[in-house]
């Protein structure tokens, strides 16, 4: 009885040692299990990740601008003294108008061509306390001048109102003067810039406001400014530029014109909705955000030109397509060497 009983507690006492290595390896077993679902790379993970649709290339089209407007000494402008850099490739006629009403000008800029230069140009109808006489300057070649802009010391004083205001305080309007709109309707008849002056109730530093483009077509174009690490360099030089010197690839890129990814290879689009002109075809078909503002890539167009094998690459390496997937040792040692703190592809 005895030795049965002692048998029956050796056996027990083996069995219990048997559980417990059983167990251990389980808990191991487990811990291995759980630790690579948080990883996500070899057994997935809980949390769903949505695909973000493709980065689409926006196609534009290219329109001759034969003027353009920018202020001059900006800080110094006051309503007695409005200082415009104009710099325009054909003759052209000018005229201002002080305290236009926004709601009037904006339906204005809508219209036909004919009826949008008969009441802005020789006929002003869009409710503006002041109208300057028409200057005309005939251009023999592209040449840039400044004109200087004021309101008549016999002229009433604007009453703009306090911000937010619907009167603008000055709205200069260009129009082309040639027979152009005969040949093609498509071109720019007029560009509408529309200027804010700081005064004591809106101290807000004087700037321009907007700009626009009307064409011959009666189509309007609102003028947006693209962000440039160069940002003193006028864009159609910045884009010559490029044009002029793209075809050789190991010259020394400037600083201001290099994708800020990297660093190698010159800047070719413009990335929207931000609108930062500050990458690469390669880089940006790796990219989700902007590298500037974070901003996600909806959309982007082409501001200067690029090699199609170079986009192809880069298009292969974002989207994976021709590559080989990783293998479940890979995705194991990758999450492993993160678990580790160890950065890098093995």
């Known amino acids: 009885m005895v030795a049965i009983?002692?048998?029956?507690?050796?056996?027990?006492?083996?069995?219990?040692?048997?559980?417990?290595?059983?167990?251990?390896v389980?808990?191991?077993?487990?811990?291995?299990?759980?630790?690579?679902?948080?990883?996500?790379?070899v057994f997935g993970t809980s949390v769903v990740h949505v695909a973000q649709?493709?980065?689409?290339?926006?196609?534009?089209?290219?329109?001759?601008?034969?003027?353009?407007?920018?202020?001059?000494?900006?800080?110094?402008a006051s309503f007695t003294d409005v200082q415009i850099k104009v710099c325009s490739q054909v003759n052209y006629a000018l005229r201002s108008f002080w305290g236009v009403p926004s709601e009037q000008l904006h339906m204005l800029l809508t219209a036909p061509w004919t009826g949008f230069f008969l009441h802005l140009m020789e006929e002003p109808a869009v409710g503006a306390q002041v109208v300057d006489e028409i200057l005309r300057e005939d251009v023999t070649e592209s040449a840039e001048s400044v004109?200087?802009?004021?309101?008549?010391?016999?002229?009433p004083r604007l009453s703009l109102g306090p911000s937010p205001r619907r009167n603008y305080p000055l709205v200069v309007c260009l129009t082309r003067c040639d027979t152009s709109q005969e040949t093609n309707d498509s071109r720019v008849g007029a560009l509408i810039t529309i200027i804010h002056i700081k005064d004591a109730e809106c101290r807000v530093p004087t700037c321009i406001l907007h700009q626009y483009l009307k064409q011959y077509s009666g189509q309007l174009t609102k003028l947006?400014?693209?962000?440039?690490?160069?940002?003193?360099?006028?864009?159609?030089?910045?884009?010559r530029s490029e044009e002029n010197t793209g075809e050789d690839e190991e010259e020394d890129i400037p600083i201001e014109e290099a994708c800020v990814v990297c660093q190698s290879k010159r800047t070719t689009r413009a990335l929207l909705p931000c609108r930062h002109v500050c990458v690469c075809d390669a880089c940006c078909s790796r990219l989700d955000n902007c590298p500037m503002c974070r901003t996600r890539i909806l959309a982007y167009f082409l501001v200067a030109p690029e090699d199609s094998a170079s986009?192809?690459?880069?298009?292969l390496g974002r989207d994976g397509e021709g590559m080989d997937p990783p293998s479940a040792w890979h995705r194991f040692s990758g999450a492993v060497n993160r678990m580790m703190g160890i950065e890098g592809d093995q």
């Open 53 to 76: 649709p493709p980065v689409a290339r926006m196609t534009y089209q290219k329109v001759d601008v034969p003027f353009s407007v920018r202020l001059h000494k900006a800080q110094e």
């Open 224 to 239: 947006e400014a693209l962000y440039t690490q160069n940002s003193t360099s006028d864009a159609q030089e910045s884009t």
């Open 5 to 24: 009983l002692t048998t029956v507690l050796m056996t027990a006492a083996e069995i219990s040692n048997l559980f417990s290595a059983v167990g251990v």
């Open 26 to 41: 389980i808990c191991f077993v487990c811990m291995v299990v759980f630790i690579m679902r948080v990883q996500g790379d």
């Open 147 to 155: 004109q200087h802009i004021s309101l008549a010391p016999d002229a």
């Open 311 to 315: 986009t192809e690459e880069g298009h």
